[in-house]
């Protein structure tokens, strides 16, 4: 989240140029960066673990719309120096909520701090909740319900000394593309696996292969960049916080749906996109989410043993996320996998460029290859490095 320095207190951004943030999966800010500008927005500022922003509304919802990295945006609405959980309120209670978003929808607040000197935040939580509902009180005699499934989410960040709110713009988060039924034990998040096939340096018309694929999330994000597919598309417009402020903007936003989908490309023939997996449950899986994407005729899945499978093109891109200690398996049954998966690589996909996400940092080593390159990211809050293998024909031990 970022520092909240600069606006004062309980104003609203200037008309015409608001004020947002976007996490995202710490590692990816500069990918989320590009994504950003693309959608036309200024004053973007890279912090750990999102980009800073500055735009119009049609800025936010391109990037709702477009962003395969951002994990949500938030709509800067507020901001000051606080001491107090009093000084909090008193913050959020200077809002003109009702001019916001209606009394008949739902909140709920959320609360971030990074060095706050607060003993509780479950009690600034309800101090904000009491302000909103407050603010509606005094204005028209009713309150706002809350909810755990609200239809407005209010963030409020904390540091040592600078206290924001935020109302969020994308509801559900981002990385909900609304495209998996079917789901297996430790699933990558999209937005991280699309900032993986973004960073490998995969480009559409490249031979990849997911050889551990799981629930199919590399294959259903590469087929997405492939066709041009903005991942917001396969949204319901009532999934988007936006729709249920005051100020949103349907004829926009569905001007914004059109051009999109127009940049959709057709695909004829399948895509060079693999995928497998020793599981049959897990192929299973893939295979069902691929079909309720639409795009089960364009990636091929089977079932297969890595360690056994040929590589389906004579060069292409493998990405994978093997197991690591804190997912599956034991530390010596880890110790015994590597070595036979850097075997496998040597012997199956010379002049492949492979790259394996891992927590694990024996896995270079135990795998016998050296890595052209290591890129911290974070699996939600595991530290992890992708590392890039360049498979050289005729490479052995």
């Not at 799981?214 to 994000?221: A, H, K, R």
């Not at 926009?252 to 997996?277: H, N, Q, T, V, Y």
């Not at 297969?304 to 200690?325: E, H, T």
Request: some cysteine.
């Amino acid at each position: 989240m970022p520092r909240a320095e600069g606006a004062p207190a309980a104003a609203l951004p200037r008309a015409g140029f608001e004020a947002f943030f976007a996490p995202c999966p710490r590692g990816l800010e500069p990918l989320l960066a590009e994504d950003i500008a693309a959608a036309g927005g200024r004053e973007v500022r890279q912090v750990p673990g999102g980009a800073e922003f500055g735009g119009s509304w049609e800025t936010c919802y391109r990037v709702n719309l477009g962003s395969r990295i951002a994990t949500r945006v938030l709509w800067r609405v507020a901001g000051a120096g606080y001491r107090s959980e009093d000084d909090v309120y008193r913050l959020a209670r200077q809002i003109d909520w009702p001019r916001l978003f209606d009394v008949r929808h739902s909140i709920r607040v959320h609360v971030t701090a990074i060095r706050s000197p607060l003993k509780s935040l479950e009690f600034v939580t309800l101090r904000v909740k009491d302000a909103v509902c407050d603010c509606f009180r005094d204005a028209i005699g009713q309150r706002p319900n809350v909810s755990a499934e609200p239809d407005i989410r209010i963030h409020l960040f904390l540091t040592a000394e600078q206290a924001t709110l935020y109302a969020d713009t994308s509801g559900d988060a981002l990385w909900q593309r609304g495209h998996k039924l079917a789901k297996v034990a430790a699933p990558l998040k999209e937005n991280l696996a699309a900032g993986i096939l973004r960073l490998s340096g995969w480009q559409p018309g490249v031979p990849l292969l997911d050889p551990m694929c799981g629930s199919g999330t590399f294959l259903l994000e590469a087929a997405g960049m492939a066709l041009g597919d903005a991942p917001g598309l396969s949204r319901d417009e009532r999934d988007f916080g936006f729709a249920r402020l005051r100020n949103y903007d349907a004829v926009l936003w569905k001007r914004l749906r059109s051009e999109a989908a127009g940049r959709r490309s057709a695909a004829m023939a399948p895509l060079p996109i693999f995928g497998s997996d020793l599981s049959d449950d897990a192929v299973a899986r893939a295979s069902q989410n691929l079909a309720y994407a639409g795009i089960d005729d364009l990636v091929t899945i089977e079932r297969a043993d890595l360690l056994l499978r040929a590589a389906p093109a004579a060069s292409g891109v493998l990405i994978a996320n093997p197991p690591y200690g804190e997912r599956l398996g034991e530390a010596d049954e880890l110790a015994a996998f590597y070595p036979r998966l850097g075997d496998a690589l040597k012997r199956n996909f010379a002049d492949w460029e492979c790259w394996l996400l891992s927590a694990d940092t024996r896995l270079p080593k135990l795998i016998g290859l050296k890595p052209k390159r290591k890129i911290p990211l974070f699996n939600g809050p595991l530290e992890c490095r992708l590392y890039g293998f360049d498979i050289v024909s005729g490479q052995h031990r």
